[in-house]
């Protein structure tokens, strides 16, 4: 019968990926095969993978990460779903510049550039997206709309401004990232960081906390790890605060105040220490240069939590103490390296014994270090490392305020806060460690936030007709810093209130930003508002979402965010609250790294392409060299152990490498490129369509034997299919095609079932290996394309089985088996196994002594 979309006369003799990929491919583009139309028919399915940084290359980990989503897709397009899976281009950020510095030229040159070159490598995979919806965030039209988001959530009070100490480059002059400071430099520039205070965008995601971490336990379909990692990134704890009154007061401050999640060790406090920048310090350090220059030299500190770990531990005496609210002597005021603004109230009360970071200070400081509770059968006390059981192990405790002797520090913590505020000495909050979201960024290449500063009426909102606040064009990057702030012509402009003169701001988004929504931008990417609410109630939320786990905290928490601020800003429904649904984190795919020693002693890495494999050992092609090989690891453009997407189609197709990146491993770990791994993937697709060529030249009156093993066999492998793709389980589902196809070629069935299994078989791979399963319908007379045939149901009366094999033992010892209907009578069972040659053989004319048949499971011949 004739292909609608392909003549017959097309249609491959042999397997030739290069031959069949583009024919179907332009088959899918010409039918609009994947365009996703809002329709009320039929049930919706949106699949999503997280977008890709247009870095210039896809890698095989695109590869895997895009199959995986194109699996889902095409499952659910053939059972009867409308569906969505868009594709787009996180876009913008720091890289963009840094290439323009490095090479010349501009970020958006270099941008588009890479977009359109990942897009040509991405297209020969043969993925279901909706290219009609693409987008790159740096397309006015989407920057422009994110601005129009901004504007709306600080009508709605979910954006402020605000003073906040940031990590300052002074020769890049540029604000850092706690990751770009590396040992108290710019990661670029090598100059040593200043902490400055700088007035900055922040978006209000701390009143949203508690919030975000109660709905976590409603993401079912999440992994545990992820909502884990969540749940600790916000932190929320329950503690005490309280103010520790000074013995004289200095300057206006009457006291100190601390938030602790461990008052229990009240009883240990050994010091009160401040952060540099704490309001009272910088009141001491006003009359004390000293002081102002300790203060100045934390400020040049790494701030990431691992960098506060390793760093060494400094201090400074103020001479001022503060009373302690247990009596005995005053605890001394100290300004400590470790204490930070941006957590508590920026002071904490110091327990030594408990708390390594306090216990090196003191020891440092020869400050006191107070036990405050033991294992309960060991009373050492602490030296040099800090005794922190957990909250839920019985310790035995000394002097407890509570007056606590055996009980976990849960208990203790609990008991000590009730204590507290029945003295009045301090109250009990709930907290959480989540602050609020930094969104300004000192750079070029990233979202103008649309507002102006007017010296006559203060911070004043563009007006949303005036959008999209565009980048200007005519920027270099021969002079550190923000072409923003010397752009005269883009910087400068009027009120939008007054009309007066004013200055644009110059700080751009956090490009986290950009991709905190795009998932809501994809539903309706044209439409002139952020969202189409009609198109936004349809298709969110995200069914599947899927993407690497390194983003499991602040992309996915910040989009969380950002679809409840979307929501009251009445740009999404209230059923989207949680976008997502679902979510997958799949594993890396990896790869032997090969090295060898360069002339300065520095290692040199080779690529795989360079290298020949020979007995467990590599030798360079040129010159044959030995190479030492270190074992998988994440493919990775440092060490040149990548391997190119494009030559791999090019040399065994797309669905070569689609059916090898989901075969060989469960998704979600990680994955070893082999190239013996894909030749054997190749040679197994070749089997399965000479196959089909067999079959397509069979009689079509030839009949055979085993008609209907081969179809019950084609209808477990339906099921098994079906459930391995539903539950991710790619590889299972492989490895029962892999075993359905050998069935399929050793049987001797007639034409008609063989021809069934064939185009079923073709089926069942078409969400892995389209193309190859487009060419085997068509070759085998299917209508339409296989990516619109319904996905085949598994008939349940060839799913019962009628028949059983059952082991026979001779004296315990298993020596053969038989086959036999599941209905057979006992009597009828023992005839057959006493005819059994191995039975025969071992009576040798006797009689058996006793014949045990378990129904259903095993037959037992004891002579």
């Not at 600790?232 to 602790?260: A, C, K």
């Not at 959480?432 to 936030?449: A, F, H, K, N």
Request: hydrophobic share 40%; aromatic share 10%; charged share 20%.
């Amino acid at each position: 019968m004739a292909h609608e979309y392909i003549d017959e006369a097309d249609l491959m003799s042999s397997y030739s990926p290069a031959e069949i990929e583009a024919k179907w491919q332009e088959a899918w583009a010409k039918g609009e095969t994947f365009k996703a139309v809002a329709t009320a028919d039929r049930p919706k399915y949106y699949v999503l993978e997280m977008f890709p940084y247009p870095s210039g290359r896809i890698h095989m980990g695109h590869v895997r990460n895009y199959t995986m989503g194109d699996v889902i897709a095409r499952y659910k397009l053939s059972t009867g779903h409308n569906v969505l899976h868009p594709m787009g281009w996180d876009a913008f950020g720091m890289p963009a510049e840094n290439a323009a510095m490095a090479i010349g030229g501009h970020p958006k040159e270099w941008t588009y550039d890479n977009i359109a070159t990942m897009r040509r490598q991405m297209k020969p995979l043969g993925l279901s997206i909706d290219w009609s919806r693409e987008f790159a965030t740096c397309d006015p039209e989407y920057y422009g709309q994110q601005q129009a988001l901004f504007l709306d959530m600080l009508a709605n009070g979910l954006v402020y401004r605000k003073n906040a100490m940031v990590n300052w480059d002074p020769v890049d002059m540029t604000v850092l990232a706690n990751e770009q400071v590396i040992d108290g430099k710019g990661w670029r520039s090598n100059a040593e960081v200043e902490r400055r205070e700088l007035t900055q965008w922040f978006f209000n995601i701390s009143s949203m906390s508690g919030e975000l971490l109660s709905a976590l336990d409603g993401l079912e379909n999440w992994p545990a790890k992820v909502r884990l990692m969540q749940e600790n990134w916000i932190g929320q704890s329950r503690g005490l605060e309280m103010t520790f009154p000074l013995t004289t007061p200095q300057d206006g401050h009457e006291g100190i105040t601390v938030y602790t999640t461990r008052p229990d060790t009240l009883v240990g406090a050994s010091f009160i220490g401040l952060a540099a920048n704490h309001p009272l310090t910088q009141s001491l350090a006003a009359q004390n240069p000293a002081l102002a220059e300790f203060c100045a030299e934390c400020k040049k500190m790494d701030t990431t939590e691992a960098a506060m770990e390793k760093a060494e531990k400094k201090g400074f005496d103020t001479g001022i103490t503060v009373q302690n609210p247990l009596g005995g002597a005053p605890l001394p005021v100290w300004v400590a390296n470790f204490v930070m603004m941006d957590y508590g109230t920026g002071a904490i009360f110091a327990c030594p014994a408990h708390d390594q970071r306090d216990l090196d200070f003191a020891r440092k400081y020869d400050l006191p270090v107070i036990d405050t509770f033991f294992a309960l059968n060991d009373d050492t006390p602490v030296t040099d490392v800090a005794f922190v059981p957990a909250k839920t192990e019985t310790v035995r405790w000394v002097n407890q305020p509570a007056g606590l002797q055996e009980a976990t520090g849960q208990e203790a913590i609990d008991a000590t806060i009730d204590w507290a505020e029945a003295l009045g000495l301090g109250i009990g909050k709930t907290q959480c460690r989540l602050r609020d979201w930094g969104l300004s960024r000192q750079r070029y290449w990233g979202c103008p936030i649309p507002v102006v500063h007017c010296d006559s009426c203060g911070v004043v909102p563009e007006k949303k007709e005036n959008l999209p606040v565009r980048l200007p064009d005519d920027v270099t990057f021969d002079i550190p810093g923000n072409p923003l702030d010397r752009h005269p012509t883009w910087r400068n402009c009027a009120c939008p209130a007054c009309g007066k003169a004013a200055r644009r701001e110059t700080d751009t988004m956090d490009t986290f930003v950009d991709s905190s929504w795009y998932y809501a931008r994809f539903t309706a990417p044209n439409a002139a508002t952020p969202t189409d609410m009609a198109e936004a109630s349809y298709w969110m939320n995200v069914d599947q979402y899927i993407g690497g786990v390194e983003h499991a905290i602040l992309h996915l928490l910040y989009s969380r965010f950002f679809a409840r601020a979307m929501q009251i800003c009445g740009h999404l429904p209230p059923s989207a609250i949680e976008p997502f649904d679902a979510l997958f984190t799949q594993g890396m795919v990896t790869h032997a790294i090969y090295k060898s020693e360069g002339k300065d002693g520095r290692p040199v890495y080779h690529y795989p392409e360079e290298v020949a494999l020979r007995d467990g050992k590599a030798f360079l092609l040129d010159g044959g060299a030995e190479v030492t090989i270190v074992p998988s690891a994440k493919m990775s453009k440092s060490k040149n152990n990548v391997v190119d997407p494009i030559s791999i189609i090019s040399s065994y197709g797309a669905d070569t490498a689609r059916w090898f990146v989901l075969s060989d491993s469960p998704p979600e770990r990680d994955v070893e490129w082999t190239a013996s791994g894909a030749e054997a993937a190749f040679k197994h697709l070749n089997r399965v369509w000479q196959l089909c060529d067999k079959i397509a030249n069979m009689d079509k009156n030839q009949s055979g034997e085993g008609d209907k093993d081969l179809l019950r066999a084609l209808h477990k492998t339906i099921v098994d299919v079906t459930s391995g793709v539903e539950s991710f389980g790619f590889n299972a589902a492989i490895a029962k095609l892999y075993g359905f196809t050998a069935t399929l070629a050793k049987s001797k069935a007639g034409y008609a079932a063989q021809h069934e299994a064939i185009r079923t078989l073709a089926q069942l791979m078409a969400p892995m290996t389209p193309h190859l399963a487009e060419d085997i319908w068509a070759h085998q007379g299917g209508q339409g394309l296989i990516a619109n045939a319904p996905w085949p149901k598994a008939d349940p009366e060839l799913l019962i089985e009628d028949e059983v094999t059952l082991p026979i033992q001779i004296n315990g010892k298993r020596r053969d088996e038989i086959t036999v209907a599941k209905d057979m009578s006992k009597e009828e069972l023992e005839a057959l196994v006493l005819q059994n040659n191995a039975v025969m053989k071992a009576l040798d004319g006797a009689t058996p002594k006793k014949l045990v048949i378990v129904p259903g499971r095993i037959v037992n011949v004891v002579i």
